[in-house]
């Protein structure tokens, strides 16, 4: 093998994205003038940009793995403070 080809180093993907798998066949052309298709079951994906992106389902599920929102936190209802005098304006 040839000094140029070195060891394989492992990836992962970094940047958080958006996605919903497409319920119809999407056609359209991205802000650079590209065109993307996709069909039933691929991926419209958005990035953190906003840019939009189809690909294809096998690819999409092997490589992004779904975040778990996980349990939504209760908050306690907002209950306004009294204000204390000095925080009142005062008109000269």
């Known amino acids: 093998m040839n000094d140029a080809v070195k060891k394989w180093a492992v990836y992962r993907t970094r940047f958080l994205v958006k996605a919903r798998p497409l319920t119809e066949a999407l056609t359209f052309v991205d ?3 590209r065109e993307h298709q996709g069909k039933k079951g691929d991926y419209l994906v958005e ?17 992004y793995v779904p975040l778990d929102p996980g349990p939504v936190p209760k908050r306690e209802p907002h209950v306004p403070r009294p204000r204390r005098n000095a925080d009142r304006a005062v008109a000269s």
Request: proline letters at 0%.
């Open 47 to 63: 990035s953190s940009d906003g840019v939009l992106r189809i690909a294809s389902r096998d690819i999409f599920e092997d490589i």
């Open 31 to 33: 802000v650079l003038g």
